[in-house]
């Protein structure tokens, strides 16, 4: 007996994750793709089978019996071969751990502190790729990502929040508390920074010049140079608050904002992903703890002053 022609993987694969999320724009979002793109994928997967799989009305979608009964099946298949896949990628003959971190995080915080990880973890080979925002997992082979939750990932990553995010103004010492005379640093991909501060705080904005930065890390870069006062993360500059080579009179607040470990896969595997998530957590924690900041998510003051 002929065995029965089934449905193009990629279009079951889009169907699902439509289903899951329950919208084409969040799936197009999930898949890194166009709405349209879903969309037609979700078509052509009807017309296949001949048989509508969702009711479309005043632009929201809604699965119809047959939707129902397809997405039950798809959303078992698609856990089981991401669970064998990774299962696979995780086994003994493979111990590299591909992280994706955000530009800022790895080079003022991660990679410092990759002798500590490879002294808690030797058998653990870390593949550390340096991007931000959305990403797509499949396609680039990530394992493991560490992002601010500055932007929508979709309902089908499993996450762990690591932190909170605190922030505030850093410079090179002398800095006084007032903050005056001092050059005003801005980066583009963090814009708001000053005035999320300035809100929380109450504080007067500066009075004088200012420069801007395309990056946040260029920013912090240029406070360390002695360049004037950046909007800093307080993981970003434990260690240069350590030494005196930065000061932060105001101490520092939460922005609202956190950081997080996201993952196509189950960040409690027992494997690779699971020691590595843990290991970043206790290592933010204790830089946290060092510089006196709460790790509570109820509301907390301004921290004390970091100054050396």
Not at 42 to 48: A, D, P, T
Not at 66 to 76: D, E, F, I, P
Not at 83 to 102: A, G, H, Y
Request: hydrophobic fraction near 40%; proline fraction near 6%; charge should be neutral.
């Amino acid at each position: 007996m002929p065995a029965m022609k089934l449905p193009p993987l990629a279009a079951l694969r889009y169907f699902d994750v439509a289903a899951t999320t329950q919208s084409f724009i969040r799936a197009a979002e999930c898949l890194h793709v166009t709405h349209g793109a879903v969309s037609r994928q979700v078509r052509l997967l009807e017309e296949s089978l001949e048989v509508a799989l969702f009711e479309r009305r005043n632009r929201a979608v809604f699965l119809t019996s047959a939707g129902r009964a397809l997405h039950a099946t798809t959303q078992a298949i698609f856990e089981q071969l991401e669970s064998t896949v990774q299962r696979l990628k995780d086994s003994d003959d493979n111990p590299v751990l591909v992280v994706s971190c955000e530009p800022t995080i790895a080079m003022r915080w991660l990679i410092p502190r990759l002798p500590r990880l490879n002294a808690a973890h030797p058998d653990l080979q870390l593949q550390l790729v340096a991007a931000g925002g959305p990403l797509d997992f499949a396609r680039t082979g990530v394992d493991i990502a560490i992002r601010r939750d500055d932007f929508h990932w979709g309902m089908t990553l499993h996450q762990q929040k690591i932190c909170d995010e605190w922030i505030g103004p850093v410079g090179r010492p002398p800095l006084s508390p007032k903050l005056q005379g001092h050059r005003q640093l801005h980066s583009a991909t963090r814009p708001d920074a000053w005035a999320t501060w300035l809100r929380l705080t109450g504080e007067t904005a500066i009075a004088g010049e200012r420069s801007d930065f395309e990056h946040f890390y260029l920013s912090i870069q240029a406070a360390s140079a002695g360049l004037g006062v950046a909007m800093a993360s307080a993981l970003m500059v434990r260690d240069e608050l350590d030494t005196g080579q930065l000061q932060a009179p105001l101490g520092f607040v939460r922005d609202g904002s956190a950081y997080h470990l996201l993952s196509p896969c189950p960040l409690n595997d027992a494997g690779k992903r699971q020691r590595f998530a843990e290991w970043v957590k206790q290592e933010c924690q204790g830089c946290l703890t060092h510089l006196g900041l709460l790790q509570k998510d109820d509301a907390a003051l301004p921290s004390p002053p970091q100054v050396r």
